[in-house]
């Protein structure tokens, strides 16, 4: 069989050819890059109507939420921070519906940097709005352009800990978080400041969300990852169904959900946006940037 079709969320910005200026579908070339490497077929998706969600779905074989700007607080019932960026609210609608349709066809995805805020939402979470006034430091964005190294310890037993294993160094910057975590995620790495840097999805087949951004580094381990388990979803089965519209597993528990053990490990269930932490996986850890954006006509913050 051909090589998976992964889509790609853009977004439309002004952009210029010679002396024209039009709205574009706009994509860092990052995102493309990766998963061409990684064995996939990419193919940029623009924010269109609900409507164009199920089509679009039923046409992937996994689905990738492309970093950006700060989503829209009122989405989870907050007033905006004052450094809370301008919201784009068409990506915002277009990307919530497509995460809840990827989810109910059991489409492998991977979420980054926004992508897995909205990956949060879309499960009933909140998000720190400005990282700095629950840490007191600007550590996981010290500079405004540049993407920041990343020290993460991971949950041996989920999904991503399989990938990377108990330790990684990740590329990133943000000044937004998950505060609350929604509904069916399991916090599988996060850093030493009690940030979670990624989750997964229990009780399907791939649903990853990761806070830091692999396609600005060489590491292409979670992208191989989506495509292999994209490339499972695209193999019809012996009913000629294809498995992207399988049924989760019974009782909808994945391998990342136990009791970790207490080394430094955030605290099991977050209540409140500034100090508690979500739920985790099972096990203590053991494995596992958005430079290049196309110019724009309004600046955003990027997550």
């Not at 989405?75 to 109910?104: N, S």
């Not at 990853?208 to 600005?216: A, D, F, I, S, T």
Request: proline fraction near 9%.
């Amino acid at each position: 069989m051909g090589r998976p079709i992964i889509g790609i969320t853009g977004e439309l910005e002004a952009a210029c050819w010679g002396n024209w200026v039009r709205e574009a579908v706009v994509s860092p070339v990052s995102y493309t890059r990766s998963v061409e490497r990684a064995g996939g077929t990419p193919v940029v998706l623009p924010p269109v109507p609900a409507s164009s969600v199920p089509s679009l779905i039923a046409r992937l074989d996994g689905l990738l939420l492309a970093g950006g700007g700060d989503m829209d607080p009122a989405l989870y019932g907050e007033q905006p921070h004052p450094q809370t960026g301008p919201p784009d609210r068409r990506r915002d609608r277009f990307e919530l519906a497509m995460v809840r349709a990827a989810i109910d066809a059991d489409l492998p995805f991977l979420a980054i940097g926004r992508g897995m805020h909205i990956l949060n939402v879309a499960r009933g979470g909140t998000l720190t709005q400005h990282l700095p006034d629950r840490l007191g430091n600007a550590s996981h964005k010290p500079d405004p352009v540049r993407m920041a190294a990343h020290d993460l310890q991971l949950s041996a037993a989920s999904k991503l800990g399989r990938v990377l294993g108990a330790a990684a160094q990740a590329p990133g910057a943000h000044h937004q978080a998950i505060s609350r975590i929604g509904s069916g995620l399991l916090t599988v790495a996060w850093t030493e400041d009690q940030v979670v840097e990624a989750v997964e999805l229990a009780g399907r087949r791939f649903g990853l969300g990761v806070q830091w951004h692999p396609e600005e580094g060489q590491d292409l381990r979670v992208f191989e990852a989506l495509v292999a388990a994209a490339a499972t979803a695209a193999q019809p089965e012996a009913g000629g169904q294809s498995a992207a519209g399988a049924q989760p597993e019974a009782g909808g528990q994945s391998a990342a959900g136990a009791q970790p053990e207490p080394d430094g490990q955030p605290p099991v269930g977050a209540q409140s946006r500034e100090s508690a932490q979500p739920q985790q996986a099972k096990e203590a850890p053991p494995a596992g940037g958005t430079a290049g954006q196309p110019k724009k006509a309004r600046r955003r913050a990027r997550a």
